[in-house]
Nanobody, 125 residues
Framework: QEQLTESGGGLVQPGGSLLLSCAAS????????MGWFRQTPGKEREFVAA???????YYADSVKGRFTLSRDNAKKTVYLQMNNLKPEDTAVYYC???????????????????WGQGTQVTVSS
């Protein structure tokens, strides 16, 4: 059973940076899609970014230009570098993995089979 383990969350001031990491327990390959969603209380899970089959990377408009997703298949790890953080970025961030995604479903939360336990990111002064 795949397990995704996130790390790197915490409290940061507006304008600051954080690096989230997510390590997969099972081997990843070029056909694996990995990414991040986030959720705040009372709201639906929101797509943040994803690396689709090591071919292309997608971002939510709200984070484009501030967040960068990267992956290392050899280490089975995906990273989310978050810069210029804003209070509205405050959320629980979830790492996700899917092995049979099609490109049109990258932004859909129900397309991902595996989810991490989540890591809290709080942006506040």
């Amino acid at each position: 059973q795949e397990q995704l383990t996130e790390s790197g969350g915490g409290l940061v001031q507006p304008g600051g940076s954080l690096l989230l990491s997510c390590a997969a327990s099972e081997r990843t390959s070029r056909s694996t899609t990995m990414g991040w969603f986030r959720q705040t209380p009372g709201k639906e899970r929101e797509f943040v970014a994803a690396s689709f089959r090591s071919q292309s990377t997608y971002y939510a408009d709200s984070v484009k230009g501030r967040f960068t997703l990267s992956r290392d298949n050899a280490k089975k790890t995906v990273y989310l570098q978050m810069n210029n953080l804003k209070p509205e970025d405050t959320a629980v961030y979830y790492c996700v993995r899917g092995d049979t995604l099609i490109q049109s479903s990258v932004r859909r939360f129900d397309a991902y089979r595996y989810w991490g336990q989540g890591t809290q990111v709080t942006v506040s002064s």
